[in-house]
């Protein structure tokens, strides 16, 4: 009922950790990898929980949320809410790179030092938020983003931020990308629902024929390519 310490010493002391409730991991220090699942409940933290290698985190119960924000997780990272309404929140002190995750609700992800980046898909069924709060942090993904919802960008300094989603791309209001924007629709529209500042150049490009671009509130300082497929795929800027 009570968190959870888990501690291993050496790079190949893991741990696996499944919890028929919700899971509370205490301060924790493993030095291989992590698998923690809550079966039924929240998989939440309440210390710092270091992991020399790589971080696989699970919920499976109906609605149940992850909420990691003390993580420092040096490997790659993979998220799975099994169940609808399932968000996931991480916040971890270095980069982060995502393995192949599924978050059935929305993902809220910030690294507090390095970048953002995915080595898997990421599939949300809802928004998608992506900040890097150090200067020069970048956000590049692109090997199988597919976000639903609306996206939230945020890098510091130069840093620059490389989408390609799945579907359309719908930014969010407050956006704000340091340096370059490059941010690429597969399928679907790409357009902004408010202010989307851009501190060097943007890019946006449908590749599915006649899909749009429709940015209405872009404040973008250097220079803006638009690219569309297709004899009804109409670009508009403001």
Same mark, same amino acid.
């Given at each position: 009922?009570?968190?959870?310490?888990? @501690?291993? +010493?050496? %790079?190949?002391? !893991?741990?696996?950790?499944? @919890?028929?409730?919700?899971?509370?991991?205490? #301060?924790?220090?493993?030095?291989? +990898?992590?698998?923690?699942?809550?079966?039924?409940?929240?998989?939440?933290?309440?210390? /710092?929980?270091?992991?020399?290698?790589?971080?696989?985190?699970?919920?499976?119960? %109906?609605?149940?949320?992850?909420?990691?924000?003390?993580?420092?997780?040096?490997?790659?990272?993979?998220?799975?809410?099994?169940?609808? +309404?399932? !968000? %996931?929140?991480?916040?971890?002190?270095?980069?982060?790179?995502?393995?192949?995750?599924?978050?059935?609700?929305?993902?809220?992800?910030?690294?507090?030092?390095?970048?953002?980046?995915?080595?898997?898909?990421?599939?949300?069924?809802?928004?998608?938020? =992506?900040?890097?709060?150090?200067?020069?942090?970048?956000?590049?993904? @692109?090997?199988?983003? %597919?976000?639903?919802?609306?996206?939230?960008?945020?890098?510091?300094? #130069?840093?620059?931020?490389?989408?390609?989603? #799945?579907?359309?791309?719908? =930014?969010?209001?407050?956006?704000?990308?340091?340096?370059?924007?490059?941010?690429?629709? /597969?399928?679907?529209?790409?357009?902004?629902?408010?202010?989307?500042?851009?501190?060097?150049?943007?890019? =946006?490009?449908?590749?599915?024929?006649?899909?749009?671009?429709?940015? !209405?509130?872009?404040?973008?300082?250097?220079?803006?390519?638009?690219?569309?497929?297709?004899?009804?795929?109409?670009? /508009?800027?403001?």
């Amino acid at each position: 009922t009570g968190a959870v310490s888990l @501690n291993t +010493n050496g %790079a190949t002391g !893991d741990a696996t950790v499944v @919890n028929t409730i919700a899971l509370d991991l205490a #301060a924790s220090v493993v030095g291989g +990898n992590l698998v923690a699942t809550a079966t039924t409940g929240n998989l939440t933290d309440s210390g /710092t929980v270091t992991v020399g290698g790589t971080g696989t985190f699970t919920t499976s119960g %109906a609605g149940s949320d992850i909420n990691l924000g003390t993580l420092a997780v040096t490997g790659v990272i993979a998220l799975t809410t099994t169940a609808a +309404n399932g !968000d %996931a929140t991480i916040v971890n002190t270095t980069g982060i790179d995502f393995a192949a995750s599924n978050v059935n609700g929305n993902l809220v992800a910030t690294a507090t030092t390095g970048n953002i980046v995915d080595t898997g898909a990421v599939t949300v069924t809802g928004t998608g938020s =992506f900040t890097t709060t150090a200067a020069g942090g970048s956000i590049t993904l @692109n090997s199988g983003l %597919a976000v639903t919802g609306d996206i939230f960008v945020s890098t510091n300094g #130069a840093g620059d931020v490389t989408l390609i989603n #799945a579907t359309g791309i719908d =930014f969010v209001t407050a956006s704000v990308v340091g340096q370059n924007l490059t941010a690429t629709a /597969t399928t679907g529209d790409i357009t902004d629902v408010g202010t989307l500042t851009v501190g060097g150049t943007s890019t =946006f490009t449908t590749t599915a024929a006649n899909n749009d671009i429709t940015m !209405d509130g872009l404040g973008s300082t250097g220079a803006v390519s638009l690219n569309t497929n297709g004899a009804t795929g109409d670009a /508009t800027v403001v």
